[in-house]
């Protein structure tokens, strides 16, 4: 009787530990369940984000196309609009060449340009020098720096009309004139393209300022300009310096923007809210 009890108990605790081992099994699906619906929940946004991302570009490019400012006409391709700038920086350049002709020159500019040359000349020959000793070329390239720094104050102070002149010149061409002829300057004319607002309605002087204060550096003369008059000769190199560094980088991003993007907007589209398309 002990004998049959006691193997009675032992079934007992084994169907007490399967019934316990079962429970726990069905307790651990439903959270691998959980974890793998998790998963595709999240997987599930991750592809909305992506695809309201497209949505919204496709949109815009759509708006753009059915404004009836655009005329339905598809976004301007790179190379015209490569041409289009260089025919209009040809043009400008030309515009300053006579204002810089008109305008009288400071008598001390030929000297100081003579000396920037002489400083450059004697640069390069120490270079050549000196070129294997390290030691050397760190000296070498201080005293340049700080031969050039001087001389460079004095001819970009020289240059203060001719500077002032050349903004003048850039909002004349590339923001009235742009504005009254829609969107078109003579390279732009030449090349089919014009610039239009993502909005749908005319680009107004404001979008063609911004515009113009960044692809044409408008905005890095501006400031040049007031460094050189207000800033004094000390920092001023190392200011000109760090300003027209940070614009060619502005320029490369704008450029690959223009490239690469789907709308074909750089940098200076965005923020203007502008965009470059074909006319016929």
Do not use: W
């Not at 169907?15 to 959270?31: D, L, M, Q, W």
């Not at 998790?38 to 592809?47: A, G, L, T």
């Not at 700038?85 to 810089?100: C, G, N, P, T, W």
């Not at 800033?231 to 320029?251: D, E, K, T």
């Amino acid at each position: 009787m002990k004998n049959e009890k006691q193997e009675k108990m032992k079934q007992m605790k084994k169907s007490k530990t399967i019934e316990a081992v079962v429970e726990e099994e069905v307790k651990r699906k439903p959270r691998k369940s959980s974890v793998k619906e998790e998963s595709k929940k999240k997987d599930s946004s991750k592809q909305k984000e992506v695809q309201e991302e497209v949505f919204h570009e496709n949109s815009q490019e759509q708006k753009l196309e059915n404004s009836p400012v655009t005329g339905g006409k598809r976004r301007a391709y790179f190379l015209p609009r490569v041409l289009a700038y260089f025919i209009d920086y040809l043009i400008v350049s030309m515009v300053l060449f006579l204002v810089a002709y008109i305008l009288p020159q400071d008598p001390n500019y030929e000297d100081y340009l003579k000396e920037y040359q002489d400083i450059q000349t004697e640069y390069m020959e120490k270079v050549s020098e000196e070129s294997e000793n390290e030691e050397s070329m760190t000296d070498i390239y201080e005293e340049y720096i700080n031969k050039s720094a001087d001389v460079t104050y004095d001819l970009d102070r020289c240059s203060v009309p001719i500077m002032i002149a050349e903004a003048f010149v850039l909002i004349g061409y590339y923001v009235v004139f742009q504005y009254y002829f829609h969107g078109q300057t003579i390279g732009k004319k030449l090349m089919k393209i014009r610039v239009v607002s993502t909005n749908g309605e005319e680009v107004s002087m404001n979008q063609y300022i911004f515009r113009t204060l960044l692809v044409q550096s408008l905005l890095a003369k501006m400031i040049l300009i007031e460094f050189v008059l207000f800033i004094g000769r000390a920092n001023y190199f190392y200011a000109s310096f760090a300003i027209q560094g940070i614009q060619m980088v502005l320029m490369i991003v704008t450029i690959f923007m223009a490239l690469y993007s789907k709308t074909g907007m750089g940098l200076h589209d965005r923020l203007a809210k502008t965009q470059v398309v074909m006319v016929d």
